[in-house]
């Protein structure tokens, strides 16, 4: 059971758009649509920002959207703040696991 | 809201059992369709799932991990447990116990650290 594999780091200036990518294989990201995506702030526990791939939870800015393509999952935060720097871990459900983690994304706002 | 906290030793020696606790508050514990759930993060490292339970006490886990974890529940404390095997060095982490909710973590615990060294 890998982990998914995501860029170790992503940058952007306020108000620009980024896009963290997390590839999977068949058995995992591109056999369901049970993707979710986690933000941590240091020292603190993850919080769900992103389910089923492209839902929010209630509570989660619009700024942050999810979507998926063949093997790989993107999350797009909009209109980046200063805020939104942290850690981002993809998360899917797999046919052996069943759930494995991405390798991570350190989120810089510059 | 449902909330839930870890408990447990911090230090663990090595080829010991390291045991946890997650108390869950402002929900029922046999709520259907809830999982409780452990994932642990290595310092300075990415998430890792180490298992599930249900409520009725199905249990799923890691692979890599599937000989040394054993998760129980307890639902007339409201709790589930971690129990991990012969650890070593490279199971000092934050371990988080959680709730799995159709195929997300929804609610996690703050973490507690376990550290493994004589």
């Known amino acids: 059971q890998s982990a998914l594999t995501q860029p170790a780091s992503v940058s952007g200036s306020p108000g620009q758009s980024i896009t963290i990518s997390c590839t999977g294989t068949s058995s995992d990201v591109g056999g369901y649509n049970y993707v979710s995506w986690y933000q941590q702030r240091p020292g603190k526990a993850p919080k769900v920002m992103i389910y089923d791939v492209s839902h929010r939870p209630s509570g989660v800015s619009d700024r942050f959207s999810g979507s998926k393509s063949g093997n790989t999952a993107s999350l797009t935060i909009s209109g980046l703040q200063a805020e939104d720097e942290a850690d981002y871990y993809c998360?899917?459900?797999?046919?052996?696991?069943?759930?494995?983690f991405g390798t991570g994304t350190k989120v810089t706002v510059l | 809201q449902v909330q839930l906290q870890e408990s447990g030793p911090g230090l663990v020696k090595p080829s010991q059992t390291l045991s946890l606790t997650c108390t869950v508050s402002?929900?029922?514990?046999?709520?259907?369709?809830?999982?409780w759930s452990w994932i642990r993060q290595h310092p300075g490292k990415g998430l890792e799932w180490i298992g599930y339970i249900s409520y009725s006490g199905v249990t799923h886990y890691n692979p890599s991990l599937k000989s040394r974890v054993a998760i129980s529940v307890d639902t007339s404390e409201n709790q589930f447990s971690l129990k991990l095997s012969s650890v070593t060095a490279a199971d000092t982490a934050v371990y988080y116990c959680?709730?799995?909710?159709?195929?997300?973590?929804?609610?996690w615990g703050q973490g507690t650290l376990v550290t493994v060294s004589s």
């Open positions: 402002g929900g029922s514990i046999s709520s259907g369709g809830y999982y």
């Open positions: 959680a709730n799995l909710y159709s195929y997300r973590f929804d609610y």
């Open positions: 998360s899917s459900y797999t046919s052996s696991g069943p759930y494995v």
